[in-house]
């Protein structure tokens, strides 16, 4: 035993002697490697040992990073190709995000939520408003921010989140269920499209929006929503309800987020208006069109 442990001291660079020993000079920089003394585990005798230079350690550390930055990039490109309509949404920025009478708020929350998004935790957000209005637009545009600094972000809407897991079930895509439940709980931002636009949810619907719920509150990342319910609904005992007949889901999701609401009127709607009526869209949003 002593004579393994020996040999094994001596490849990490131990001398036998007490002696203080030649230098050492690194094979990287030429430069003498810093020498020490530390206690042989089974004699006691104080012996000589070679340290790693500066240059050799600031080598590991470098690969090591590298490694790791692969690997985020690796996480990160698997989530992304879970994402909605990815084309669409790398369109979005806040570049070409026309801010309108009613946005304010909502803008200034995600761009907050960008900007201190490493020191905010599972504080998400949940803008909720008119069909239209752009909710979307706002938050993929944020969402397109931090995937640029490295975030590792997924933007679904509920629609396609509860068909793709839908067909695990029936075998009729190649993801699995884990790898798709896996990858909303793993990203650093999921940003939730549409949430609670189905009129009636099924009792394995419920169950899903909860792991997602529960898994990432549990895991300290937020979740960003946008829904299309009106204030009324915001406040009713209706909504409360939907997810569950205490409510507790619905309490857990809104005590997690800053609450929005987008007091935007309908985009679309406003630009066929003005198209019809032959005036600009804020001509016909300033009541012009009256």
């Given at each position: 035993?002593?004579e393994?442990?020996?040999?094994?001291?001596?490849?990490?660079?131990?001398?036998d002697s007490?002696?203080?020993?030649e230098?050492?000079?690194?094979?990287?920089?030429?430069?003498?490697?810093?020498?020490?003394?530390?206690?042989?585990p089974?004699?006691?005798?104080m012996?000589?040992?070679v340290?790693?230079?500066?240059?050799e350690i600031k080598?590991?550390e470098?690969?090591k990073?590298?490694?790791e930055?692969?690997?985020k990039?690796v996480?990160?490109?698997?989530?992304?190709q879970?994402?909605?309509?990815?084309?669409?949404?790398?369109?979005?920025t806040?570049?070409?995000y026309k801010?309108?009478?009613g946005?304010?708020?909502?803008?200034e929350?995600?761009?907050?939520?960008?900007?201190?998004?490493s020191?905010?935790?599972?504080?998400?957000?949940?803008?909720?408003?008119?069909?239209?209005?752009g909710?979307s637009h706002?938050?993929?545009?944020?969402?397109?921010?931090?995937?640029?600094?490295?975030?590792a972000?997924?933007?679904?809407?509920?629609?396609?989140?509860?068909?793709?897991?839908?067909a695990?079930?029936?075998?009729?895509?190649?993801?699995s269920?884990q790898e798709?439940?896996?990858?909303c709980?793993?990203a650093?931002?999921l940003?939730?499209?549409?949430f609670?636009s189905?009129?009636?949810?099924?009792y394995?619907?419920?169950?899903?929006?909860?792991?997602?719920?529960?898994?990432?509150?549990?895991?300290?990342k937020?979740?960003?929503?946008?829904?299309n319910?009106?204030?009324?609904?915001?406040e009713?005992?209706?909504i409360?309800?939907k997810?569950?007949?205490?409510?507790?889901?619905?309490w857990?999701?809104?005590?997690?987020?800053n609450?929005?609401?987008?007091?935007?009127?309908?985009?679309?709607?406003?630009?066929?208006?003005?198209?019809?009526?032959?005036?600009?869209?804020?001509?016909?949003?300033n009541?012009?069109?009256?």
């Open positions: 035993m002593k393994a442990m020996d040999n094994i001291l001596k490849k990490a660079g131990m001398y007490t002696s203080n020993p230098p050492v000079k690194c094979k990287y920089c030429g430069k003498e490697k810093p020498l020490t003394q530390i206690k042989h089974f004699t006691g005798e012996k000589w040992v340290c790693a230079c500066p240059c080598e590991l470098d690969f990073k590298e490694q930055a692969k690997e990039r996480r990160i490109n698997r989530i992304l879970l994402s909605s309509q990815m084309e669409d949404i790398k369109s979005m806040f570049e070409n801010p309108r009478k946005t304010e708020e909502a803008y929350e995600i761009k907050s939520a960008v900007h201190n998004f020191n905010r935790g599972k504080l998400g957000v949940f803008i909720f408003g008119e069909t239209g209005n909710k706002l938050t993929a545009a944020g969402g397109n921010e931090l995937i640029k600094q490295g975030y972000v997924i933007y679904i809407t509920e629609k396609d989140l509860f068909s793709r897991l839908q695990t079930k029936d075998f009729k895509n190649n993801e269920f798709i439940m896996g990858a709980l793993d650093d931002l940003i939730w499209d549409d609670l189905s009129q009636k949810l099924t394995e619907e419920k169950d899903w929006i909860f792991q997602i719920i529960n898994g990432r509150e549990r895991a300290n937020p979740i960003w929503a946008t829904s319910i009106t204030p009324q609904e915001f009713s005992n209706k409360a309800y997810l569950d007949d205490k409510g507790r889901t619905w857990r999701i809104i005590g997690n987020m609450c929005v609401f987008n007091r935007a009127s309908n985009y679309r709607k406003s630009k066929a208006m003005s198209r019809a009526l032959g005036i600009s869209v804020e001509e016909y949003e009541g012009k069109g009256d």
